[in-house]
């Protein structure tokens, strides 16, 4: 029974220091390199040619619970006892950011599309609170026992480098894009919370905008993937993750618009690597809300665009779900107007 109980001892020990001090990176959380919703409404719509700056606001509030079972033997001695584990445990994570940086797009044809790079720092908050209660058996005695961490971050995150292409056929607009993450933020393994992703991933795909001018009709889809290198700090690698986003809106007239946006993620192949503790643990969740744009002018050479989405999510999967609210500024060159803007001027 002495050794029973020096076993059990160590047990609690162990389960108290994985509910307290454990790593916890945004790799293990399910959470993508990729930010749903990113795009949206005249997503693939061509560009003027010049220097842009755009400046996003985004917040998100999330929360996560899962039951994880082990049952294991433990051998001591010339015994052999079965150790039978539960974790409940649940998230609450926010976090505030700004993603910012200009963008250029190029006055000559490349492939007969419009070329454009866009240079992204991202800097906020985020705090997250994790409460676990764990109970079991060791053979006939049982225990049990709660802990609760709590960590904030204020800190830069990663930058990201985003080319893309496009072409425009009257109504219809085509975009083909890159992303990669250039992994400079603030991270370290041992933190509940991490602006930087602490790895590489590269991102690529295609989207489609039908836009008429004169009716006002608006709607965006894109869709991509990601693939993920492995975070060295941790031996984890992600999976490779497919993402799509849509907008759809109706211009009330040559400055206000108002729609519906979307999002869909789903990993589609699991994690590895030494430190996937937890298996393929494939994620996913969906997002739908509303959105307004406002379109202005800035002097005669300048015009401005807000955009003001959330979105409300659903079907999370090993991944945090709840909401988030974009606030979306951009600068760039006016542009001139064809005859169907016009048109739709006079209206």
Do not use: C
Request: net charge neutral; hydrophobic share 40%.
């Amino acid at each position: 029974m002495r050794r029973k109980s020096r076993t059990l001892g160590r047990v609690l020990g162990l389960m108290m220091l994985v509910a307290s001090g454990a790593p916890a990176s945004a790799d293990q959380g399910g959470v993508s390199f990729w930010l749903p919703g990113a795009y949206g409404s005249l997503a693939a719509a061509p560009l003027t040619a010049g220097w842009s700056w755009a400046t996003i606001y985004y917040h998100t509030d999330v929360s996560a619970g899962g039951n994880v079972a082990a049952s294991r033997s433990i051998r001591f001695g010339n015994q052999t006892a079965n150790l039978n584990v539960s974790l409940n445990a649940t998230m609450d994570a926010k976090a505030d950011l700004v993603l910012s940086g200009p963008s250029y797009t190029a006055a000559e044809p490349i492939l007969g599309g419009q070329f454009s790079i866009a240079l992204i720092a991202a800097y906020g908050r985020q705090q997250a609170e994790v409460n676990a209660n764990i109970t079991g058996a060791l053979g006939p005695i049982g225990f049990a026992t709660s802990r609760s961490v709590s960590q904030s971050l204020d800190a830069f995150g990663d930058v990201l480098l985003w080319p893309s292409l496009r072409w425009n056929h009257g109504v219809h607009n085509y975009m083909v894009y890159g992303m990669t993450n250039l992994p400079v933020g603030s991270y370290e393994a041992h933190r509940l919370v991490n602006l930087g992703f602490g790895h590489w991933a590269l991102d690529g795909g295609a989207g489609y905008t039908y836009f008429d001018p004169t009716k006002g009709h608006e709607f965006s889809v894109v869709t991509g993937f990601t693939y993920n290198f492995e975070n060295t700090h941790i031996d984890y690698k992600n999976g490779i993750d497919w993402h799509t986003d849509w907008g759809i809106s109706q211009f009330l007239n040559k400055q206000f618009f108002v729609g519906a946006v979307g999002y869909w993620y789903q990993q589609i192949t699991g994690d590895s690597g030494a430190g996937a503790t937890l298996g393929p643990f494939k994620s996913r969740v969906g997002g739908i809300g509303p959105q307004i744009g406002y379109i202005f002018p800035v002097g005669t050479d300048i015009q401005g665009l807000l955009n003001v989405k959330s979105y409300w999510e659903f079907e999370a999967e090993n991944r945090p779900e709840g909401w988030n609210f974009w606030v979306v500024l951009n600068f760039s060159p006016a542009q001139k107007q064809s005859p169907a803007q016009s048109a739709m001027m006079r209206k």
